[in-house]
Structures are given as structure tokens and as C-alpha cells.
């Protein structure tokens, strides 16, 4: 089964107009580590360190325009984290959950900004050159940061780790398989009995659920990242499949993709909003027994 | 685990990459929490105290301006009766040494209207006895002169008694 996976990937990834992987600048030492994804995750980093200095260097309790916009997204951001997993355990899962929001999300949007994917080393020689541009590059300079899975499945692991904090912390170990293999609903006698192994079984079902959360969460979000990404190269594109002329391919490359860049944008949002909200929810799961019985 | 790892490499995995991906990833955690949790919470928390702070102060102000305002109003109904009360009480004094000075005005003009009456009358009785004088000195010099002899002491008594009574009739 896996094998024709393998194979039906390998032909995809040949289809697909991005390669599904980050590209290194240099093949070969001690850099051919920097790929452009984890260039531009420090990009994004450098950005989200400028802005937030900018917001709170000389915070005051009159705030100027930056250190509104910052408290504003801070404040926002924590009303959304407690209202879902609760005010106890608000004050320990958000800052996790507020830094996957903001890096997502900008590092989501950063990859529309004109440049990212287009602007590289070497240029596939059957696009035809225009006002001195080529064509699509083979190791583009910028690629967006969350279309790489090593960064949305480290992402992933970061998050369940401390998932698996908190959660031994609100719940202990103790509740934590009692709230996972134990019978639920107050039942006794013998339907309870009938019952703890059918419960024991949806247990195991929930540990592997739990342990597949890393992958989903990853998956999810790579994969429309970089889904997006190919959507914009195809339509960027799409002139010289139709057989366009130099300056219709010139023209339909800008404007064809224009509606799909606004639906990135909101897919930008979406999937950053997704990812923190399933991993508030997954905390709010395992703790909110917790927070109920006492 | 093969067609995991095989998986992954087609996805690009490699524990170099992934392991910077994660470094990255914590460095945007610290930068977070150290510059925006800490400080944002820390102002957040400052502006609540000092709003805080102002509603207390309102609220003190405002009970203090109420006090304020009952013990005037308190003040001023009590200055209002005590002047009610000192205006009644002129007036009654007034109307009462005005009362006390008619009284007095009135006896004063009877006492002198008395004493002019008195006076009229004593003068009145004086200018009468001068006049009964006179008379009876003119009346006897007058019957001497006719009669041509001098009068006696006898007469001249009769004659003032008899022109005395002529006069008081």
C-alpha cells in the first residue's frame, strides 16, 4: 500500500509546479541546511522581533498607534485562547498558542508578497524571457515558510509536548487514563462492566488520535500552504498553457492570479486560525474534566 | 518505519532542517514572551490598576461631594431658621419697644398738655387776681374822685369785695 503511495506521490510531486520540498541554496557543506523556507522563517522572525519591539520599546499606559495594534492582537488573541480552554489554564497554553498564531499567520502571508517563489538561481530555459525577466526559477530565493513540513511538523511536536505539560499538570496522569479508558456517563453495576472494555478499546482508539494530532496538524497546514502556493505559480502561468503571446503571458500572469491572491490571504488567516484553534481545543479536552469536577 | 522515513523524505524531513525549523520556532516563542507577553501583561495590568484607582477616587470624590453637599444644604436650613428665627424676633421686639415709645410719646404730650393746662389755668388765675387788683384800685380811686372823699379802709374792702364779685359774675 505504501509503495503505490510512494509511486503516485513521486508522480505528483513531478506535476506539481513548486517542488513540494525546500530547496538549499548551496547542495553540498555545512549550509546546504539553509533551505529558502528556514530563510525566510528567520525573515518572519526578524519581522515579528521589529514590529513587536516597535510596539512595546517605550510602552506607556497612553499607547501610541504600534503599541495599540500590539496590545489590541494580544488582548483579542487571549479572550479567544479562554474562552476556549478556560481562565485556569488561559494564562499557562496561550503564550504557545499566541506565538503559533502570529508565525503562521505571518509567515502565511509573508509568502504572498511578490518575490516569494518567483526570484531565484537559475531559470527554466522553456519559459520564454520577458523585459529582461525569465522564467520560473529552479531554487527560488523565498519560498514561504510554512509550505516546508520540517516546520509545521516541529511546530506540531513543540505544541504536543507542551500539550502533554499542561495536561499532566491540570489533570495528572491518573485522571488523565481514567479520563481516557475509564467508562464515562456514572454507570454502574454490570452494564459497567459490559462496557469498561468497549470504553478500554475507544481509549486505545484516542491515544492513536493523539498521536496522529502532530501529523494532521502538520499535514493540514503544509498542505494548504503549499497548495496555494501552486495555485498561484499555475495561474501565474496559465497564458503560456493557453499558448498566449510574450505580452499576453505578461498580462494574464499578473491578473489572472489577483482573485486567488485575495483567497490566500484569507487562507493565510484561516489555517493559522485553525492550527491554534485545534491545538486550545485539544488542551481544552484533556483539562476541562478537570476544571468541571473541581 | 521504512515508508514513514520514506514518507518524510519525499516531504523534505531531515533532522537538520527540522531540528532549525524548531530552533526558529522557539526563538519566535522567547521573542514573543519576552517582549510582548511580559511587557503587554505588565502595562495591561498597570492601566487596570490605575482605572482601577481613578473609580475608586471617583467614587470618593463623589461620596465626598454628596457629603458636601448635604452638610451645605444642612448648613444653609440651619442658618435660614436661625434667621427666621432673629427676623421674628426684631420684629417682636421692635413692634414691642415701638409699642413701649407710643406709650411713652403719649404720656409725654399728656403729661405736657397737662402741665400747659395748668399753666393756663395758674396764669389765667394770676392775670385774674391782677385784674381784680387793678380793678378795685381803679374802682375806688374812680369812686373817690366822684365821691370827692378819701375812702376807708372799710370801704375800700367793700368796694374790692363788691367788684370781685362783679368780675366773677
Redesign the interface.
Known amino acids: 500500500m505504501f509503495s503505490s503511495l510512494g509511486d503516485s506521490s513521486a508522480a505528483l510531486f513531478q506535476l506539481a509546479a513548486v517542488s513540494i520540498t525546500a530547496q538549499p541554496y548551496i547542495e553540498s557543506g555545512f549550509l546546504a541546511s539553509l533551505t529558502n523556507s528556514i530563510f525566510v522563517a528567520l525573515v518572519v522572525m526578524a519581522l515579528i522581533y521589529f514590529v513587536v519591539r516597535a510596539g512595546t520599546r517605550r510602552a506607556s499606559l497612553i499607547p501610541g498607534p504600534v503599541q495599540n495594534g500590539v496590545e489590541f492582537i494580544f488582548e483579542f488573541l487571549y479572550d479567544q485562547v479562554e474562552q476556549v480552554v478556560g481562565p485556569k489554564v488561559a494564562p499557562r497554553a496561550f503564550p504557545l498558542l499566541c506565538t503559533i498564531f502570529v508565525y503562521v499567520l505571518v509567515a502565511n502571508w509573508f509568502g504572498l508578497l511578490p518575490g516569494v517563489g518567483t526570484i531565484g538561481i537559475g531559470h527554466d530555459g522553456d519559459r520564454m524571457p520577458f523585459m529582461g525577466l525569465a522564467g520560473e526559477p529552479e531554487i527560488p530565493l523565498l519560498r514561504p515558510a510554512t509550505a516546508d513540513v520540517n516546520l509545521t511538523l516541529g511546530m506540531a511536536l513543540c505544541f504536543m509536548i507542551v500539550w502533554f505539560y499542561i495536561t499532566m499538570r491540570e489533570a495528572g496522569p491518573i485522571e488523565f487514563l481514567k479520563h481516557t479508558f475509564a467508562p464515562k456517563g456514572g454507570l454502574t453495576g454490570f452494564i459497567n462492566v459490559i462496557l469498561v472494555p468497549i470504553f478500554f478499546f475507544v481509549g486505545i482508539i484516542e491515544v492513536i488520535s493523539i498521536l496522529f494530532r502532530p501529523v494532521s496538524l502538520s499535514l493540514r497546514l503544509f498542505g494548504n500552504i503549499f497548495a496555494g502556493e501552486n495555485l498561484l505559480h499555475a495561474m501565474s502561468s496559465l497564458g503560456e498553457q493557453f499558448g498566449l503571446g510574450t505580452v499576453g503571458q505578461f498580462i494574464s500572469s499578473i491578473v489572472l492570479p489577483l482573485p486567488f491572491y485575495f483567497m490566500e490571504l484569507l487562507v493565510g488567516v484561516l489555517q493559522a486560525t485553525v492550527f491554534a484553534l485545534l491545538c486550545a481545543v485539544y488542551i481544552q479536552l484533556s483539562t476541562a474534566h478537570d476544571e468541571e469536577e473541581h | 518505519m521504512d515508508?514513514i522515513g520514506?514518507?518524510?523524505s519525499?516531504?523534505?524531513?531531515?533532522w537538520?532542517?527540522?531540528?532549525?525549523?524548531?530552533i526558529?520556532?522557539?526563538?519566535?516563542?522567547t521573542?514573543?514572551?519576552k517582549?510582548?507577553?511580559g511587557?503587554?501583561t505588565?502595562?495591561?495590568e498597570?492601566?487596570r490598576k490605575?482605572i482601577e484607582d481613578t473609580e475608586a477616587d471617583r467614587a470618593k470624590i463623589k461620596k465626598q461631594l454628596a457629603d458636601s453637599e448635604s452638610l451645605a444644604a444642612e448648613k444653609v436650613a440651619e442658618a435660614n431658621e436661625t434667621a427666621a428665627r432673629m427676623i421674628s424676633e426684631a420684629r417682636e421686639s421692635a413692634a414691642a419697644l415701638g409699642e413701649k415709645e407710643k406709650q411713652r410719646a403719649t404720656q409725654e404730650a399728656q403729661d405736657i398738655i397737662a402741665k400747659a393746662h395748668e399753666a393756663t389755668k395758674r396764669e389765667r388765675e394770676q392775670q385774674l387776681a391782677s385784674l381784680k387788683k387793678d380793678f378795685g384800685k381803679l374802682v375806688i380811686e374812680a369812686t373817690g374822685k366822684v365821691t370827692g372823699k378819701v375812702l376807708s379802709d372799710e370801704d375800700q374792702k367793700t368796694i374790692n369785695k363788691e367788684t370781685a364779685a362783679e368780675l366773677a359774675s
Open positions: 515508508q520514506e514518507i518524510l519525499n516531504l523534505g524531513v531531515t537538520p532542517k527540522f531540528i532549525a525549523q524548531i526558529i520556532f522557539l526563538m519566535v516563542y521573542i514573543l514572551k517582549f510582548a507577553f511587557p503587554i505588565a502595562i495591561l498597570e492601566r490605575r
